[in-house]
């Protein structure tokens, strides 16, 4: 049951209905069953690297550290949209309150932000370490790596406090369903019975802080590729792009998603495709990187078997 509070002659909204997930019947215990398989693989997956970068000395490097950082941040990020999403498909009352959707919306794109940084340092980290190998121990320090960390998460967590504060003061009457998987600032905005035409100077800076983002890490990478193609050797052409390669495609993805959602100006799409998108870096991006970080990573792969045979060893002591 929608909650209304009547203020005046209007009715005001207290919380809001996600009307695109289907009902218990039409599919919605299937896609409950395929959802949560999948969020227990990022969760279990993420927290895997995070902890054997931890533990395993041989990976006590930037790039490594920089990947921990990435997993860690990827289990709150999903955790922030994907249980919400599990509750809309097997209950009856898909609705979330008023607070709830500011709250949602705010980790989730602090989190994002955070991501987009964090993914910003590993391409510089990259770039240093192919493009000035001989400096790279001097530059890329442990206390740099911390900074780095510290200042992305002040970016993220800072960035995105204004917009939500100020949406928590607009009044929202009428409609309350939200066409969205999530709580996100186009379908809560469009629910406002007021001018909500401030939103595109907001707007024109988280589109500022994407492209910034996005060209920092391009224009790394093209140097970096640069770089490779003039290596005299096969197999350190062969080595320095497999390094490169996952970091790449994580990027590409992440980034992709963001931008095809975020800066589409005056572009509309249909409910399917911006349902379709979110999904791409709402579940499949944080889905694909354990896989693309340690499945296909043979340093991660023996780190993993190092950890297992370890506790294999110790767990035989103790018989």
Request: charged share 10%; glycine share 6%.
């Amino acid at each position: 049951m929608t909650q209304l509070v009547t203020s005046g002659n209007s009715t005001m909204v207290t919380e809001f209905l996600f009307s695109v997930f289907p009902r218990l019947h039409e599919g919605g215990l299937l896609l409950f069953i395929a959802l949560l398989l999948i969020y227990g693989f990022i969760v279990i997956g993420n927290l895997m690297i995070f902890i054997v970068v931890r533990l395993d000395r041989a990976l006590h490097t930037p790039m490594y550290f920089f990947i921990s950082v990435l997993s860690f941040l990827e289990i709150w990020y999903t955790t922030t949209t994907i249980p919400k999403m599990l509750t809309s498909l097997i209950s009856e009352q898909k609705t979330i309150s008023l607070p709830g959707c500011l709250l949602q919306m705010y980790f989730f794109h602090s989190l994002g932000i955070t991501e987009g940084c964090i993914l910003t340092a590993m391409a510089i980290d990259r770039y240093i370490a192919i493009c000035s190998p001989l400096r790279y121990p001097t530059i890329m320090t442990p206390k740099l790596c911390t900074q780095l960390t510290a200042g992305s998460c002040l970016c993220g967590f800072l960035l995105v406090l204004p917009e939500i504060m100020w949406i928590a003061t607009l009044p929202f009457c009428g409609s309350n369903q939200i066409q969205q998987i999530f709580c996100d600032f186009t379908p809560v905005l469009s629910l406002a019975c007021t001018d909500t035409s401030l939103v595109v100077i907001v707007d024109a800076i988280h589109a500022g802080e994407i492209v910034a983002s996005f060209l920092a890490i391009a224009l790394s990478y093209i140097r970096i590729i640069v770089v490779i193609l003039g290596m005299p050797s096969a197999e350190g052409r062969h080595k320095a792009f497999s390094t490169c390669a996952a970091h790449l495609a994580v990027f590409l993805l992440f980034f992709g998603s963001v931008a095809v959602m975020y800066l589409r100006f005056s572009a509309t799409y249909s409910v399917f495709w911006d349902t379709a998108i979110a999904i791409t870096f709402v579940i499949l991006a944080p889905f694909l990187n354990p896989i693309i970080y340690s499945l296909r990573n043979k340093d991660m792969k023996d780190a993993i078997g190092r950890l297992f045979c370890s506790q294999r060893r110790a767990s035989r002591v103790r018989r």
